[in-house]
């Protein structure tokens, strides 16, 4: 059905814990995602951010609501059966690699796990590695050979080895230097245009996001305020959090 | 007083073992003037501010120049008469301020205990004044709380009280705001400020985040690779920026056009190596043959505004 979003969270809530110390982290959460967009979830810490992308890939159980894939509902499934389609990267990538393990072996496992044929494994990992603008040698060394933003974009390059429908990136450049980080953006961006990623981006930088998401989601204690393409939310500010979110944007000039 | 200076770096060149963290750094600062200085991680900003907090314990070693405080050579002070000048001149705010309070005990038995190691008094009102001329809620009740209990925010805000009730002239500030959320980091920043113009603090203020700088610096200070490449009067620097390396900085982060980033491919040299020729060079895309072999010094390009590079060489 191409009509059907590819990422449906219709009415989703999560709560930890039970009676009094119940404690509601997300509520009502309503989010369309079509093929080929990229979403950018704005938000302090502990705002929920981390905890939908947790949900949506079925990291953690949603506590009410559903998820669609496609038209068709995945609520309660188990993370082995959705990663096909969702591969999350983290903030702290080196961390996310066995250290003992040189890049293309865990790249091989992703391969292993999740696509078909394994034939052309290798040609497959060097073509995305070199799409993420890295010398295909840097694939043999461990994680702790590289540097942290080359790291990040090695994480990258392993999430969309297996072709997944849509990569989920939490705060993926938070830790980087600045220079880093917009490396990363100019070859998620390529990416965009070769292949029509779809992305749902946290992230607690709004001017970073405006750069290149199509839509931008404005989430404050649990729920989201307010949704909107970035010169909607970045000119034209309804709620007054996001106001104040964007006056602390501090700028260079 | 147009000479007087409150801190000065002179020529100051530190190693750890045989790594070359800092090269021939100098700048100054006047009293009541906010420096920042920013660059790369590991490009020796931390190390230049623990150089004037004293590095014994790091293990590094200030091998050439001197650091100046107030006209007073502080560069090989012995443990004793460097704690003399730590918390009542030099005040210091770390980055994460969660691990220099002890998370379970109160804030007015760390403060107390803190005052009292650099015998000082503890004054609760005084304490009390101040949070309340920050503007911080609940300003009578905060002392009685512990730091587990507190936002990172304010967790920070309360390591900057501290500092200012022991009534340093420098203060010193080690990427302070980089763990805070956008809102939290602008109080800081704010707060920073606001005590500068009251109290005429110097501040030297670490940062990865030129939006920061530009909000509060008068002077900024890029470093690239252990060494200063481009200094000068922050309106200056950000506006007409000539290192390439700065120009790259400023093109890395996202601006309000919204236009994509432009990033920049490879890294600094590893701990400190060192070649024939200007460091930059490998990452450069305006080098000639001359950089390669010519190491360049700051220079002072316009009034106000020093550049190490080939004069000009950014320009197209």
């Known amino acids: ?253 | 007083m147009d000479d007087k200076y409150l801190l000065e770096i002179n020529n100051l060149t530190v190693t750890y073992g045989q790594f070359k963290i800092i090269t021939e750094v100098s700048f100054k600062v006047r009293p009541g003037e906010i420096v920042c200085i920013a660059g790369e991680s590991g490009c020796g900003k931390s190390t230049l501010i623990k150089s004037v907090l004293g590095l014994k314990q790091l293990g590094a070693q200030i091998t050439e120049g001197s650091v100046i405080l107030d006209g007073r050579d502080i560069t090989r002070l012995g443990v004793e008469e460097r704690r003399q000048i730590l918390g009542t001149q030099i005040g210091y705010v770390p980055q994460n301020t969660r691990g220099s309070f002890n998370n379970i005990r109160k804030y007015d038995v760390q403060y107390k205990e803190t005052m009292n190691a650099h015998n000082l008094p503890f004054i609760r009102e005084d304490a009390i004044k101040l949070f309340k001329r920050l503007n911080f809620p609940d300003t009578e009740r905060l002392l009685s709380y512990e730091p587990w209990e507190m936002s990172g925010g304010m967790n920070q805000r309360m390591a900057i009280a501290l500092a200012v009730l022991q009534g340093p002239k420098l203060m010193l500030a080690d990427e302070a705001t980089s763990v805070l959320d956008v809102t939290s980091q602008k109080e800081v920043i704010e707060e920073l400020a606001q005590l500068r113009d009251e109290l005429g603090w110097s501040i030297l203020f670490i940062t990865h985040n030129l939006g920061v700088a530009s909000h509060i610096a008068d002077r900024l200070g890029v470093m690239y690779a252990g060494r200063m490449v481009e200094y000068g009067d922050i309106r200056k620097v950000l506006d007409d920026p000539i290192h390439p390396y700065t120009r790259n900085l400023l093109a890395a982060i996202p601006g309000k056009d919204r236009k994509m980033p432009v990033g920049l491919e490879g890294r600094p040299p590893l701990d400190g190596a060192e070649w024939e020729g200007c460091n930059f060079v490998p990452r450069c895309k305006y080098a000639c043959e001359e950089c390669k072999h010519k190491k360049y010094s700051l220079n002072e390009i316009v009034p106000g505004h020093w550049v190490s590079c080939a004069e000009g060489r950014g320009e197209k």
């Open chain 1, 1 to 253: 059905m191409s009509e059907a979003p590819l990422l449906e969270v219709r009415n989703v809530a999560k709560a930890y814990g039970r009676g009094k110390r119940r404690h509601e982290v997300l509520k009502n959460i309503n989010i369309t995602l079509n093929e080929g967009e990229v979403l950018g979830i704005i938000g302090e810490s502990g705002c929920g951010k981390s905890v939908l992308l947790n949900l949506i890939s079925c990291l953690e159980p949603v506590s009410g609501g559903q998820l669609f894939f496609k038209g068709q509902e995945y609520t309660g499934k188990k993370p082995k059966d959705v990663c096909r389609w969702f591969q999350v990267i983290f903030q702290d990538s080196e961390a996310a690699f066995d250290p003992k393990m040189t890049i293309r072996e865990s790249m091989h496992e992703n391969l292993k796990l999740l696509a078909e044929g394994t034939k052309n494994a290798n040609q497959r990992i060097e073509d995305m590695v070199s799409m993420m603008g890295l010398a295909t040698e840097l694939a043999d060394r461990y994680p702790r050979q590289l540097s942290g933003g080359q790291v990040q974009r090695m994480a990258i390059a392993r999430g969309l080895v297996t072709e997944p429908n849509m990569i989920l990136c939490d705060e993926i450049t938070s830790a980087l230097d600045v220079s880093a980080q917009a490396m990363i953006l100019q070859y998620l961006y390529e990416l965009r245009k070769k292949r029509g990623l779809t992305m749902m981006f946290v992230s607690h930088d709004m001017a970073l996001c405006a750069t290149f998401c199509d839509r931008m989601a404005i989430m404050k204690d649990g729920e989201i305020v307010e949704i909107g393409t970035p010169e909607q939310i970045m000119d034209h500010p309804q709620h007054e959090y996001t106001k104040l979110l964007l006056d602390a944007v501090l700028y260079t000039r």
